[in-house]
């Protein structure tokens, strides 16, 4: 070495002392001595691209002048231009140099290049896929025929060096003319041109032979070096961090960048953002593999030609192999709520019907579905219910936070219902509408949990009372029998609210007949009075004895005025019934323990021990006489009862 900008490493020193030899090329074309040889330094992480020239001035055979320009490639960007390095050679002249000028670093300043350069026409294209896949392979090494002028063999390597990811680069070594198949460090060049035997790259491919098919992205790329396109270069150096030496990942960013110039360009058949996805996750599974590249890809200026807003949310949310994106990279929740805000809620409302309706949701999607209600107002919420029903139970399905505000209560019962039994299969936290939920269930008779039943009692101590003026002051109306009868176990909480009512219409009668004994404790202490309204609301609606037979039992509990009165207003119902055996067996049994007992022989006469039992009750009062004589409105069992009575 003569002269040197640079300190390399030994092994690196070496291998440039080695290839600056001369490989003995004579071009029998135009007898240039000179050609470009392109390799890597290993321990630097640099990259040589020399050119050699026969120094025939010399007095000793096989001397040769080679320039090595040493290229830092990590400090290179995306606008690098290898095809100015040719202008950077220089020749040394024995007699005229004195070879300072070797000694001092270059300086190239990144520059705008040309859009592209003249298309090598003397290149046969199918002949040229052989040589890129062997070139690509990087296992094999491609020896070619010198069958031009030197010019064209240092174009083409320069095309071939100008695009290719550095990372790849990194591991070609090029020679553009040879003597004979040269061989360095116990390998050959990727490429090499020969002056000797080798595959011919311009004559043209037989016709008569089927011609092989390459992939569509790398058919773009061997179309970009042959044609000279400095842009496809420039997007090939700007993702060459995540490309690396991947051969797969360099194709998959082939055909990404072909879809994106085809869509820009308008040529060929209109690839979808689907296309894009499947170079991105297959090419780069890992989620931290191609970070810039996917970024690139799906963010809005890129994605927008592959398709709509809409239809990329969608997409995204659908994909299933979302963990190899990183979603937050390229603003996708950003994206969407933009979305939302940005277009009629019509538009927002069909992308979250199509997703309802997709086989697969990835967490992304479900995630965009399940808090999709965030946000909107109570009149956005409506139009999407009655937009499509199943979308919403899909939306609170996924997410029952959702139901922790209070805009469902209002529904109709059937919607109501549906979206209540998710509410309990997993209760919202910070819901606080419990009286307004407790007033809605009273009149929709549907399942409540156990659960459930309690909150209501916590938040509010009064709950039965409300239930019960709720159910009486509506008549005839759905009660929740649940909460009915939830209600009717607070026996002390029923009779206080009973002895404030006049009027007890049919349904909660019949609860209180149902659920609580006319005998039990709870009735004895709370006294008779609290049993007026209910008796007169009986007596006002019932004439069948069977039922006001829980009036009878229950007058014999107490020996006061409202007792007396009950039992004087039901007695003759259950006289007449007995006359005519028109009581019921379990009727009978109801009252059996609140008769008298006959003779045997006068054992069938029901009649007379209901009487007796009557005129105990009454001697135990100490009625007068007189009230005997018109106990009833029936003059036949008064004179009957008048009987027994003066019979004492």
Request: with cysteine.
């Amino acid at each position: 070495m003569i002269a040197s900008s640079a300190s390399l490493p030994l092994k690196d020193a070496d291998r440039m002392s080695y290839l600056s030899d001369w490989s003995g090329y004579v071009n029998p074309y135009d007898k240039d001595t000179s050609y470009i040889t392109a390799y890597p330094l290993l321990e630097s992480q640099c990259y040589v691209i020399a050119k050699s020239w026969y120094a025939d001035e010399m007095s000793r055979p096989g001397c040769v002048w080679t320039h090595s320009l040493v290229v830092k490639l990590d400090a290179l960007g995306q606008k690098a231009n290898f095809y100015d390095l040719l202008k950077l050679f220089r020749r040394p002249d024995r007699d005229g140099d004195d070879f300072m000028s070797y000694t001092k670093a270059i300086e190239q300043k990144e520059e705008d290049t040309p859009e592209s350069r003249i298309r090598l026409q003397e290149v046969d294209s199918t002949r040229f896929m052989y040589l890129a896949a062997l070139l690509l392979d990087r296992h094999k090494p491609a020896v070619y025929a010198v069958e031009k002028e030197g010019e064209v063999y240092e174009e083409l390597c320069m095309r071939l060096v100008q695009n290719m990811p550095y990372g790849i680069l990194k591991e070609l070594s090029i020679c553009s003319g040879s003597a004979a198949v040269r061989q360095f460090e116990g390998g050959f060049y990727n490429l090499q041109f020969v002056a000797g035997k080798g595959d011919s790259l311009m004559e043209p491919y037989p016709p008569n032979v089927n011609k092989p098919k390459a992939d569509a992205g790398f058919q773009f790329w061997m179309d970009a070096v042959l044609d000279g396109r400095n842009d496809v270069a420039q997007m090939l150096h700007r993702f060459s961090g995540d490309i690396g030496n991947d051969s797969n990942q360099f194709l998959a960013t082939l055909n990404l960048l072909r879809l994106l110039d085809e869509r820009i360009r308008g040529n060929g058949d209109a690839a979808s953002i689907s296309e894009i996805l499947d170079y991105l996750v297959n090419g780069f599974a890992e989620k931290t593999r191609g970070a810039f590249l996917k970024r690139s890809f799906l963010g809005k200026q890129v994605s927008k030609y592959f398709c709509d807003e809409q239809t990329f949310i969608y997409t995204l949310a659908t994909i299933q192999k979302w963990e190899s994106l990183d979603y937050d990279a390229f603003g996708y929740n950003e994206r969407v709520e933009s979305f939302r805000k940005g277009h009629p809620m019509e538009e927002y409302l069909s992308l979250l019907i199509n997703l309802s309706k997709a086989d697969y949701l990835n967490d992304m999607g479900k995630a965009l579905l399940s808090n999709s209600l965030e946000g909107l107002t109570k009149e956005e919420v409506a139009m999407l219910l009655n937009q499509d029903w199943g979308l919403f139970k899909s939306i609170v399905t996924m997410n029952n936070q959702v139901l922790a505000g209070d805009f469902w209560l209002d529904l109709m019962p059937p919607q109501f219902i549906s979206l209540f039994a998710i509410f309990q299969r997993n209760e919202p936290k910070g819901f606080v509408a419990w009286d307004t939920l407790y007033h809605k269930l009273l009149t929709i008779d549907t399942f409540i949990a156990d659960n459930i039943l309690s909150e209501f009692a916590k938040h509010d101590p009064d709950y039965v009372a409300i239930a019960l003026n709720e159910w009486n002051s509506r008549g005839k109306s759905p009660i929740n029998r649940i909460i009915l009868d939830q209600c009717m176990k607070q026996k002390s909480r029923v009779l206080l609210w009973m002895g404030q009512q006049e009027v007890i219409n049919n349904d909660l009668r019949a609860a209180i007949k149902r659920c609580i004994m006319p005998d039990d404790s709870a009735v004895v202490s709370f006294g008779s009075r609290t049993w007026k309204g209910f008796v007169d609301s009986e007596l006002n609606t019932q004439k069948d004895a069977n039922e006001l037979v829980y009036i009878y039992v229950l007058a014999f509990n107490w020996r006061d005025c409202f007792a007396l009165s009950y039992l004087k207003r039901v007695l003759p119902y259950i006289y007449e019934a007995l006359s005519v055996e028109g009581l019921s067996y379990l009727a009978w049994k109801r009252i059996e323990n609140y008769t008298g007992s006959v003779p045997f022989w006068r054992s069938w006469d029901n009649c007379r021990k209901v009487l007796i039992g009557v005129k105990d009750y009454c001697k135990s009062m100490n009625l007068p006489e007189l009230e005997i004589e018109s106990f009833t409105t029936n003059q036949k069992l008064n004179r009957e009862l008048m009987e027994l009575w003066r019979k004492e």
